[in-house]
Nanobody, 115 residues
Framework: QVQLVESGGGLVQAGGSLRLSCTAS????????LGWYRQAPGKQRELIAT???????NYSEAVKGRFTISRDNAKSTIYLQMNSLKPDDTAVYYC?????????WGQGTQVTVSS
């Protein structure tokens, strides 16, 4: 059974930082690309960062230059380092992976940025 478990969310002031973690089980982690999504209240879920098997990364324009995605294959974990946080970053953050038509999602972790 595949499980993705996010952690590290919380309440932070604008300009602050948080680091999210997502630990996977039930998959051969090093063979999967993974991504971080977020969903703000009343908005669609959006993809913000991805990391490929070889470590190549991509970011949405909304977070480029402020967020960094990384992976530790030995720990079956990806991270999202979030710096210079803004109130607009307030959302539930989800990690995601998949293969062919199958997708896996974590339960999400809430990030709230106060102004």
């Amino acid at each position: 059974q595949v499980q993705l478990v996010e952690s590290g969310g919380g309440l932070v002031q604008a300009g602050g930082s948080l680091r999210l973690s997502c630990t996977a089980s039930g998959i051969l982690f090093r063979l999967y690309a993974l991504g971080w999504y977020r969903q703000a209240p009343g908005k669609q879920r959006e993809l913000i960062a991805t990391i490929a098997l070889g470590g190549e990364t991509n970011y949405s324009e909304a977070v480029k230059g402020r967020f960094t995605i990384s992976r530790d294959n030995a720990k079956s974990t990806i991270y999202l380092q979030m710096n210079s946080l803004k109130p607009d970053d307030t959302a539930v953050y989800y990690c995601n992976t998949g293969f062919l038509a199958t997708e896996y999602w974590g339960q999400g972790t809430q990030v709230t940025v106060s102004s």
